[in-house]
């Protein structure tokens, strides 16, 4: 999660032989930013990222790194300090400290909420099989998994620190990666099926934030190094 006063989204595109980037500026603490393939949209937490104080809200932006609607969502409502998000069938759900919450990003209408009272830091979302989503929150460590249709909660994993979460439909595996106990000693866990989470081997610690499946084989993770923040942080 991104704890600092940051305002500025660097929009990288990545490739084998370029490498581009665009940079966005105004926002209010962004975290996250989520695409269906056709539409980018990033989390702002606002002043306080572990507040009930209902200043977050979810801005759009274009494919080649314009800002199309600074405060398109929520439309009523509140958002606190929304961190993670993930998006199917057009419904956008955004993690937001102890509950979830669904938009209809044609409407911009609340289509889902689902709140885990013991949860203080829901931090990051991502898509499981049609109609379950798994969530991590960072100060217990659990890793739930929610079905968006019944909207009932189980946890499946303990993984202290937890931070980014991101799933394979293909080989059916699920990554975490965590900040660390003493802020900069995080890993990278995985599991396969229902099988238990493993600490991957022969990975540096860092501050684990963001992580994505490149393909089946590899993984990008997004790494503050150290917090607080001293120098760059890295991909």
């Avoid at 274009?62 to 606190?80: C, E, R, T, V």
């Amino acid at each position: 999660m991104k704890i600092r006063n940051i305002l500025t989204i660097f929009f990288f595109c990545i490739s084998l032989n370029s490498f581009a980037q665009q940079i966005i500026n105004g926002f209010a603490m962004p975290e996250s930013v989520v695409s269906d393939g056709k539409r980018y949209f990033v989390s702002n937490q606002g002043q306080d990222v572990f507040s009930k104080d209902g200043d977050g809200f979810i801005s759009e932006i274009s494919a080649d790194g314009k800002l199309i609607h600074l405060k398109f969502l929520p439309q009523k409502g509140i958002l606190n300090a929304p961190k993670g998000m993930t998006i199917e069938s057009g419904i956008l759900y955004v993690a937001d400290l102890d509950r979830i919450i669904g938009f209809d990003i044609n409407t911009q209408k609340t289509v889902f909420e689902i709140t885990i009272p013991e949860a203080k830091v829901l931090n990051d979302i991502c898509l499981l099989e049609s109609g379950f989503i798994g969530v991590t929150e960072t100060v217990s460590g659990n890793i739930y998994k929610v079905n968006t249709k019944a909207k009932s909660v189980e946890i499946i994993g303990n993984v202290p620190t937890a931070n980014g979460i991101n799933y394979n439909e293909k080989t059916k595996q699920l990554v975490v990666c965590t900040n660390g106990k003493n802020y900069g000693d995080g890993s990278v866990y995985i599991r396969t099926g229902n099988s238990e989470f493993r600490e991957l081997p022969n990975i540096a610690n860092g501050f684990f934030d963001g992580i994505e499946w490149i393909d089946d084989t590899h993984l990008l993770i997004s790494d503050w190094v150290t917090f607080p923040v001293k120098e760059f942080g890295k991909l």
